[in-house]
């Protein structure tokens, strides 16, 4: 004979289950936040003046397109798809400002964009969000003509974990670091790890002096403090790229200080000796 109480208690859960399905709402699309008509005059009006020559006119105009938020989002994108060169960069200094992890859904809206300013705007701030669920969005990008995206998409991939395409992000770095640097101390830099360090292991051997430069330039964000001494070696290499590669890896992972860029070969030798008394 059945349990009149679990008979119960079954009951009561299947009714339970049925008034939650009949009472949820699926999830509203996101929507972009809306501005009152005076503010939409406004953000238009400041736009027009992301393309002024007069440097003050231009970031007293971010400076009020920042204040007025992700309503001003979508002009501003729009902004991007013009022409000037000048008002691409603004815009997006002032969309870096107001955009949030919540409107990534609206920012993969414009991946289907086909203009260059647009795709290589988009594409990196989707992975400056370092959202796991972005993960298809970024690989779909890695089949982009546009080396720069592709080089965005791998580099957010990276930031996420997922390091299958970090030659990508290797290559890049060896031929335009200067430029790529920040934004990708700012992407690996929480990735930082022994595994991750390890990864470029095999780069550090090589007999090719970019890529071992290349290599100590990308342990900065991978190689944890604990695992500095793999880099001491290098410390006593002949080519001064490679000696001062090392020095400045050492700086960031040790002691969290930047590195220093034009450090001489005199001064690379004291600072040489000074690191392997440390590590």
């Not at 699309?29 to 809306?34: A, D, I």
């Not at 400002?97 to 409107?103: F, I, Y």
């Not at 390890?198 to 090719?208: E, G, H, N, T, V």
């Amino acid at each position: 004979m059945a349990d009149p109480a679990k008979t119960l208690t079954i009951a009561v859960l299947l009714l339970t289950n049925l008034v939650s399905a009949q009472t949820s709402k699926p999830a509203k699309p996101p929507k972009w936040p809306t501005l009152s008509s005076k503010e939409a005059s406004q953000a238009k009006l400041l736009i027009r003046k992301l393309a002024d020559e007069d440097t003050e006119v231009v970031d007293e105009a971010k400076s009020g397109l920042a204040q007025l938020g992700a309503g001003c989002a979508l002009a501003l994108l729009r902004a991007i798809e013009g022409q000037d060169e000048d008002v691409q960069i603004r815009a997006g200094e002032v969309l870096d400002h107001v955009l949030l992890p919540e409107h990534a859904p609206l920012v993969v809206k414009w991946l289907k964009k086909d203009k260059p300013a647009v795709q290589r705007y988009t594409t990196r701030r989707l992975a400056r969000f370092r959202l796991p669920e972005l993960k298809p969005t970024l690989e779909s990008q890695l089949e982009s003509e546009d080396e720069i995206v592709r080089f965005d998409a791998s580099l957010g991939l990276a930031s996420i974990g997922d390091f299958s395409h970090f030659d990508t992000v290797f290559s890049r770095c060896q031929s335009d670091w200067r430029e790529v640097a920040p934004i990708v101390d700012e992407l690996l830099s929480p990735q930082r790890g022994p595994e991750q360090a390890k990864l470029l292991a095999k780069d550090l051997r090589s007999a090719d002096e970019d890529h071992v430069v290349t290599a100590l330039r990308l342990m900065r964000s991978l190689c944890p403090k604990t695992h500095a001494m793999m880099l001491k070696t290098y410390l006593d290499a002949s080519s001064h790229r490679i000696k001062r590669g090392a020095i400045n890896a050492l700086r960031v992972i040790v002691d969290g200080d930047k590195p220093l860029e034009n450090l001489s070969a005199f001064q690379a030798i004291d600072h040489a000796k000074k690191w392997k008394e440390r590590v």
